[in-house]
């Protein structure tokens, strides 16, 4: 038996061998070859549609190569459905994690073996102490936190036998701490030899976590080898097109604010997830607010923007208290809001392209019947404007790019020309051409006087962009920065609560 | 497990208060009715609908929902009393009748599982069917003259109760125990809580639903062999509405429509309650006619006040998640938060 | 301007349906040439008005992703009504009607706000809606005189008459059809509100970011309905010259297959009420043209629901994605859930 559990090193866990795949006309992923070996952690990074998701239901079974295979432990698998590869193996922690909310965090984790229970939970309690976790057994999982779902995640697979762990974009949703404790975890899983396939957008926790790195783009890997093997630029270089330029950045000029009321005005603002909060956005100005997920961000926008009750505190807009008023009323006095999920807040996917941009603008569109002319000229204006890229006004959005949905959103919030447009992370997955027109649009409302308020955790996006910046960290503004201050070494310390001498104030 | 039990429990629990809540009350104003005959004879006469209601649980618990019941009960059984009408042995006849269940099961879960059609509509299309099938069966005439020994298997007591209800309390604790305590079983309710995950994780998501279909429909076979031998004739119309009364039943009970949620003995409560309310309205010298405006207020405001309070609880939970992400304040601030 | 593939669809979806109808309308035509004349074809609408009437507007609350089971029984509850406050306690037929046209506003208005206002899942609210208001009609007939059976008739003429004019041969009951067809048309496809509906259904999270209150526009499609409902009972009175607790008890199946067959997802977001009135025409003509060639009527929800089926299936397997894509679907439901809108 020892021969099969430990493998030589030279013999890869997991081998996929000049994978392709198509989805009608669109070649998804054009050869790809991969090894993981026992032990390794595989960086897997890559943009939006670079075919990492796709590998990835590829060797979970749940989609069929059109070409190539996948070897595991040298043995060619054929992975007909999820059950299989889990049969092999193969463990795959989502994004989101897909716990039962109503069982309890053992149920979770045992359900689905064919072992007795005892048997069962005496290898789940000698696994927890193993890795020396703590864990509730008796929680239901609907009430875990992301972080703590995740760790159920690992859980299961690891009482499958799991030799091939992969971790989509775990850290996506964790405070810092929990990352911190995640990356412990690998640690831990990585010395009882799991191969972990890691995918990530974040090229910090490369280097803190990988051993080895790949990077997609296009459906084709681009670069691949030992983390020890590269340094920063050389994977900002593989995920850019060969032949793209850095674009040159725009220059700004910070506005004046010699004699201007502001336009927003927050005063000890306290709400559910954010705790007095203070500061001002003025008109013709881009307020940058940074800070990692869950600082609170997000929180604070929608309570603004009437979504959740305030607990204290006072917001003005342009002098007048509009706290506590209900969205349709905030949207009519003057401000409104890009929401940060596209899909779950944003936009209307089975609608037309021209009903989505009319939809907060209703109320101004005619009497009792719709005026559609107008609205065919508002949909006009916005496709020339943003360079929306659609075949008809009566497309449907579900079908367009991320970054076009993403335009139409925006072309929607503008329509009801807002004093003050929060925008919250508005180039998330994205690509880089629609990146670039938003920016174009976010300028052009600076320049007509519009107060925005960029909420990002790109601080590449907020340097860019913004006039000032202000940081959150737990629910805190924790710092300010002039523009001169404004980089991106400051703002990612202060999103995790490193204070810099120097960089205060503003 | 425990903390799961407990849940479970409290909503089991709140329908059994409910219950003899109901009961007492009832007692108070009436106390015939708290006679240990009356008693039995509630639950002895909610032996048709705790069946139904046992049967959709199933469904109900993997997501789905399956309103087909009551013709399913309605044609098995039509088919089954023609068969004993004319001289057919037991065997046959019952045979028959869970054949038809199985039948209808299958055709269900085909459409569901298969073709994705939505459940509500496929089991509302295959309703009508199976209705229409019935009168077809029984040409619009009822099935009377049915063998006098198989009448009599309803009445058979055993302590009180009848061996019917005995019967289906038993198999109701057989199945609440493969729901709650076998692999396959937790199988239903993890289908129904998340059917993505579920998938996942191997298990098999389309079988499972369809084996809750086909489970549901023989559940409503026997229901309606039970019902033959208790009413003593079917009427093309018979089990008519019925499917609505089970689901009432299985929300009564505690178990949501979402999917995940609830238990076969709390659908078997309900089943008690929804059979009980037309005797206790006799009881308190009300007509029966307001039979169906009780149970419409019941289930409205059961259902209302169940989603209000789960409302409550999930909006507490988010609210101490966001406010525990605060830190504390800077050393210079004053702290009113926390 | 170019039509996109969904309008394309529908409009393919409207066409067949125009075809079926022909075909319908050729078979029983050959079936028993009286079915042809047009006074037989024209005047069968008053066999099927209710299924028509009501469907129309049912298309509104399924379009928001909603489910109605209840408008049956406030058919019932509306004609006894009529007949109570006429008989015992002798008010004006109309203003009887126009009160029982409230009151099943009232009945819808009641389901649809806790569907909106609390998030019960709307077929729960609607199942013990129509227990309810069946009940309700079966306790207002105690309060009449007259034995619940027999039903409340002697209505005057001028009441029953409406329902059975015929201008230029043209049954009343098909004018009122078409005009609640241009109604709720202009009402759904036209105006503010009827995007509004629409932009429910497709996303309520997205509609609640854009400024709609969609619990008002939610609760408003089962106020439609129960309008309707009660509209299809003063008819359906009219046109029997009885008021009876339980009219429109075996409703339910056709309306919702009008309203599928027409081309409204019970999903919510895509729909319209041309498809509607079009299914419940080839529903309608089928069940009277069955009953024509001498089908016993009691046969007839075996094609009926046949028809759901087949028509369901059929359209998911020409327009259904993979696998994933129902995994998807739920998923994002389940997101839909977590986030529900606050306060």
Known sequence: MTESSTLPMQEPMLSVRGIYKSFSLNAVLKGIDLDVHPGEVMALIGGNGAGKSTLMKIIMGIYQPDRGDVLIAGEKAVLGKPSAALAKGIYLVPQEPMLFPNMTVEENVLIGFSEPKAELRRRLSGLIKQLNWKVDLHRKAGGLSIAEQQLVEILRGLLRNARILILDEPTSALTFDEVEALFRIIADLREKNISMIYITHRLTEVFEIATHVSIMRDGVITLCGPVGDFTREMLVQGLLPPDTEQGEALVCIPPDYQGREPMLRLEGYTGYGFCDISFEVYPGEILGLAGVVGAGRTELATTIFGRDSVKSGKVFLDGEDITGLSTKKIIDKGINYVPE??????????????????????????????????????????????????????????????????????????CTQPKLVILDEPTRGIDAAARGDVYAIIHKLREQGVAVLLISSDMEEIVELSDRAVTMYQGRINQSFAKCNITQDNLMAASFGVCKEGARNA | MLNLKKILKSREITSLAFVVLLFVGVGAINPNFLSSQNIMLSLNGSVVFTMLAVGIAFVIITAEIDVSVGATLGLSAAVSATLLRDGAPWGVAISAALAVGLVVGLINGFGVVVLKIPSIIMTLGVNGVVRGLCYVYTNGKWVENLPFAYKALSQAMVGGMTWFYLGALLLTVAIHLFLTRTRWGRYFAAVGDNAGGATLIGIPVGRTKMVGFVLCALMAAVAGLMYVSRIGFVTPTAGNGYEMKAIAACVLGGVSLAGGIGSVVGAALGAIIMASIGRILVFLQFSSDYDNTITGILLITIVVVDALMQRRAAEKARRERLTARIAEPAAAKGGEEQ | MKLTKIKKKLWRWETSLVVLLLLEIVVFGALNPRFLKPRVLLGSINDFMSICVIALFVTFVLITGGMDIQAGSIVGLTSISIGLLWQDFGMNIWAAALLSLIIGALCGALSGFFVAYTDVQPMVVTLGGSFLYSGLAIAVTNLSATESYKGISGFPSYFTGFSKFRLLGVPSQVLIFLALIVLSYLLLHKTKYGRSVFLCGVNRNAAEYSGINTRLVMMSTYVLSGISASLAGIILTSYLGTAKADFGKELTLPIITAVVLGGTSNLGGRGGVIGTALAALVIGIMRFGLSMAGLNTQYLDIPVGLLLIVAVAFRGLTGRSKWLGSLLQKLRERGKNKSKVSA
């Open chain 1, 341 to 414: 999920d596209r899909h779950l807040n944003g936009i209307f996917g089975i609608s037309s392209v021209s009903s989505n941009i009319s939809a907060a603008h209703l109320g101004q569109l005619g009497r009792f019947l719709l005026d559609h002319r107008q609205e065919t000229e508002l949909t006009r204006r916005y496709i020339e404007d943003f360079r929306i890229k659609v075949t008809g006004q009566d497309q449907l959005v579900s079908s367009l790019s991320g970054g076009n949905q993403q335009k139409v959103v925006i072309g929607r919030v503008l």
